[in-house]
């Protein structure tokens, strides 16, 4: 009764560093997608995956890359980590359609010296 | 870009009052979920609603979708602490099928016993 697992927990890293989130569903979903949480600021779209095979933007990609491995598994990349993406990161996975719930896992809890 | 605004963002109140959350857009939505998040953990839906007008209940809590799609509230009788946590709207997008969610800001309550 997994759902969505993310790893690693909890991660400190030095600015300029490189590091990869990964998330697994196995719930059979299609769509996943990567959010960051900041205080006061709710949940931000990163990324998202609508179906195996492809990726979009969402509302602050910047300095992000993700890669749909497979229809489990969709990773994100901080290629060169900076102070400004330390947060909390989210991953979620739902099916398609109207009013399709998101299901999430506990989250990444990321820090950038 | 589609925007929730949530309101209010920290509600503290006793055990045994009645509150109200709301979550307010100029963009119509396809759907309008409700998650609640406890610390550490990652959000958990609470409620989807679809049709304009709509009114859903969850025991103590009542959702209402307003009747444009584009507003929404969550109406807690009776508080109790176990109520305390963070409690996120989100909207459904049309373009995107209504898979893809925009989160509003949050609303912190704390129910003191």
């Known amino acids: 009764n997994a759902g969505v697992t993310q790893t690693p927990k909890f991660q400190v890293l030095k600015t300029g560093q490189s590091m990869t989130l990964q998330c697994a569903q196995d719930m059979n979903h299609n769509s996943m997608y990567w959010y960051r949480q900041d205080p006061g600021m709710g949940l931000r779209l990163i990324y998202y995956s609508a179906s195996e095979g492809t990726t979009d933007k969402g509302e602050v990609p910047n300095g992000y890359n993700v890669s749909r491995l497979n229809k489990r598994e969709f990773s994100l990349r901080l290629e060169s980590a900076a102070p400004s993406q330390t947060s909390v990161y989210f991953c979620a996975s739902s099916g398609i359609g109207r009013g399709q719930p998101q299901h999430f896992g506990d989250g990444t809890r990321l820090s950038i010296l | 870009t589609q925007l929730l605004e949530q309101s209010p963002q920290f509600l503290s109140i006793q055990e045994g009052e009645n509150l109200t959350v709301y979550c307010n857009s100029s963009?119509?939505?396809?759907?309008l979920q409700w998650y609640r998040q406890e610390p550490g953990e990652g959000p958990v839906l609470l409620v989807t609603?679809?049709?304009?007008?709509e009114v859903k209940k969850l025991k103590r809590l009542t959702f209402q979708f307003g009747d444009a799609r584009k507003d929404s509230s969550l109406h807690i009788t009776a508080a109790q602490p176990g109520d305390t946590g963070l409690y996120l709207c989100a909207g459904g997008s049309i373009e995107t099928s209504g898979s893809r969610l925009t989160f509003g800001e949050g609303t912190q309550l704390t129910v003191n016993p």
């Open positions: 609603v679809v049709t304009g007008g």
């Open positions: 963009s119509v939505f396809s759907s």
